[in-house]
């Protein structure tokens, strides 16, 4: 398991010389977890996961999982939350990947195939 953070970097800098970049909000949560005040709280957080699953077998180098060969699939509609097996594509994989998350102790609640094939 791997949580990383994202930070800024100058050509030609050492790393002494990074800063946060302004979405590295595990950089800025760290300030208020070490706060004495909270220090002995413990977090609760909802973090949502979002990926899009890609096939190599395509005329392109990467393309999304469940979308036509020749172009981009129709409105979300059909495929908001992946409602239907005819529109739910690499359910299997999310799977895996929610038991893994389970297996490294992470405690996730579930998942959304949100609004897209793939």
Known sequence: MVLCESWNWKEGSNFKELTPANTNFRFFAMKIWNNPTVVAEEPWYGIEQEYTLVQKNTKFTMWPLGWPNNGYPGQQGPYYCS????????RVIADMHYKACLYAGITISGTNAEVMPG
């Open 83 to 90: 409602v239907g097996s005819n529109v739910c594509f690499g």
